[in-house]
Nanobody, 122 residues
């Protein structure tokens, strides 16, 4: 069983919305809750990049290109992390991954899941 399982991707039109979900089936609650969690994405031909983080206490941080459009949230009781994506742009097209993240340097801490494909196109 994978450590992290992403879902919710799909095809959206420019200006549209998608909500991504990430669950951590192999993490027990006492391990999940203290961890900062984040979303990353990898567009075709590009390196994977950090998109957003949320601390255990709910503090959030975003890459400039998604600030004001994306919202990261978490549900500790369900070991879930979400990414609400609004006002989508074609340049948001990528495979999106979640991971535990080092809050200070935004580096991922666990092995990657399979990701979920987001395609923004008219």
């Amino acid at each position: 069983q994978a450590q992290l399982v992403e879902s919710g991707g799909g095809l959206a039109q420019p200006g549209g919305s998608l909500r991504l979900s990430c669950r951590a089936p192999r993490m027990i609650t006492s391990t999940f809750n203290p961890r900062a969690m984040g979303w990353f994405r990898q567009a075709p031909g590009k390196q994977r990049e950090w998109v957003a983080s949320i601390s255990s206490g709910g503090q959030t941080n975003y890459v400039d290109s998604v600030t004001g459009r994306f919202t990261i949230s978490r549900d500790n009781s369900r070991k879930m992390v979400y990414l609400q994506m609004n006002s989508l742009k074609p340049e948001d097209t990528a495979v999106y991954y979640c991971n535990a993240v080092d809050w200070s340097n935004k580096q991922p801490l666990l092995s990657w899941g399979q990701g979920t494909q987001v395609t923004v196109s008219s």
